[in-house]
Structures are given as structure tokens and as C-alpha cells.
């Protein structure tokens, strides 16, 4: 008798197993992404690179959804996976709507937008620098985007470069002279420096200074803004 009834416990046992075995998914690990790149897609809101994360959140959280529908009995996650397709429509269309609106907002009355490709010589002619363009803007009041390049102080400044970008192709080495403007704090204004991009206002001159080289002077054209404004 009590052998019927240990075979019955071990029966009992191994049928409970094979239900807590069948009844077991696992949670999906697209989805998971997903909702984690709907999470980051608060970066959208500050570069419009970071837009590829929502959309790379959406694709993973769609190929998550269809995956769960077809091997239901095997996947878990359809309420993790829908929220991060959620999140990520929800952010991306907020975040560019917020860079669209900054964009045609941030030029102040009486600056025209430039950039740095208005101040590169012409391809046709590469030894013309300055080039004409950039003449044309000598005593202009003009508006640019562009970051600090290093320097030994941080706070306080009264001066600084300002270059095309911040890769390593730049900061390692010496930029050309075209992709840096020398900025000029003004009224006792000091900037402080910052890794993210600047948007500076201001009056845009063109300088040329005496550099002493071996054998003489050389004459160094160098791109100068009296900031008016630096954000």
C-alpha cells in the first residue's frame, strides 16, 4: 500500500512538472530591448541622429509583437513590447517636432543663418581663402552653430575657438582654418566651457594677422565673431 501510494506521489510529481514545464514562457528579449530604446528615445529631443533609436525601438518592438503572436505558447511580453512601440512613436514625433520647432526659432531678428561651409574655399578653386561667400559676410551679424574646442581653462572665458565639430579627426589635430572661428566675449561677458554644441550670435570679421615663420612673415587669415549672444 505504501508503495501504490509512492507511486502515486511520484506520478503526482511529474505530471505537476511537465504543467509548470508547459505552462512556462519565456519573456521575449526584443521586446525588452524595445522598451529600453523607448526609453532612450528621450535623447531624440537633442540631436536629430538620436532619432534612429525610436526607430530602431518601433522595429524591434514589431518584430517582438508578430513573434509573440505566432509562438504564443513558447513567448511572453506583448504588454512590455507594445509599450515600447508606444513609447518610441510617441518620442520620436515629439522629439524631431521639438528640433523642427528650435530650428526655425533659434535665428534671432537681424542674423542670417550660416555655417561653415560658407567659409570653406569654393571646390573648383581651393586656394581661394577667403572665399568670396565669406567676404560677403565680413561686418555681417550672422548666427552658427559649432563646439569649444579644448583649451587649459574651462570657466571664465574671455575667448575660445569654435570649430565645425567635436570628432577626434578635429580635437586630435589642429583643424583647418575654414571649419574654426576665433569668438570674442564682449561687455564683460566669459563663457564657460562645454561638450555640447553652441549656438553663438554675433558680428562676423575677417582677420589677417603677421605669423613669424622661418625665412620671414607669413599673413594668416583668421575667421573672428564679437558674440552678441552665446547659448
Not at 505530471?15 to 514545464?21: G, M
Not at 530591448?33 to 530602431?56: E, M, R, T
Request: charged fraction near 25%; include cysteine; glycine fraction near 10%.
Amino acid at each position: 500500500m505504501r508503495t501504490d501510494l509512492n507511486e502515486m506521489h511520484d506520478i503526482g510529481s511529474a505530471i505537476s512538472d511537465q504543467e509548470r514545464y508547459q505552462t512556462y514562457k519565456a519573456v521575449s528579449v526584443l521586446a525588452v530591448a524595445s522598451l529600453g530604446l523607448g526609453l532612450l528615445s528621450l535623447l531624440a529631443f537633442f540631436n536629430w541622429i538620436f532619432g534612429a533609436i525610436p526607430l530602431v525601438g518601433i522595429l524591434m518592438g514589431v518584430v517582438a509583437i508578430r513573434q509573440i503572436k505566432i509562438r504564443r505558447h513558447e513567448l511572453t511580453g506583448l504588454p512590455i513590447a507594445s509599450i515600447g512601440v508606444i513609447l518610441s512613436m510617441t518620442l520620436l514625433a515629439a522629439g524631431w517636432g521639438w528640433l523642427t520647432y528650435d530650428y526655425y526659432t533659434e535665428v534671432r531678428e537681424g542674423y542670417q543663418r550660416i555655417t561653415y561651409d560658407d567659409l570653406r574655399p569654393p571646390e573648383d578653386n581651393p586656394g581661394e581663402f577667403p572665399p568670396a561667400r565669406a567676404k560677403a559676410l565680413d561686418g555681417q551679424k550672422v548666427f552658427i552653430k559649432g563646439y569649444m574646442f579644448p583649451s587649459d581653462r574651462t570657466v571664465g572665458l574671455k575667448e575660445f575657438t569654435l570649430c565645425r565639430d567635436n570628432k577626434d579627426c578635429c580635437f586630435g589635430g589642429q583643424p583647418k582654418p575654414y571649419d574654426m572661428i576665433h569668438v570674442k566675449m564682449k561687455n564683460g561677458d566669459r563663457a564657460t566651457f562645454s561638450k555640447w554644441q553652441r549656438k553663438v550670435d554675433g558680428v562676423f570679421r575677417i582677420k589677417y594677422e603677421e605669423r613669424k615663420v622661418p625665412g620671414g612673415v607669413q599673413i594668416q587669415t583668421v575667421y573672428e565673431l564679437e558674440v552678441d549672444l552665446l547659448r
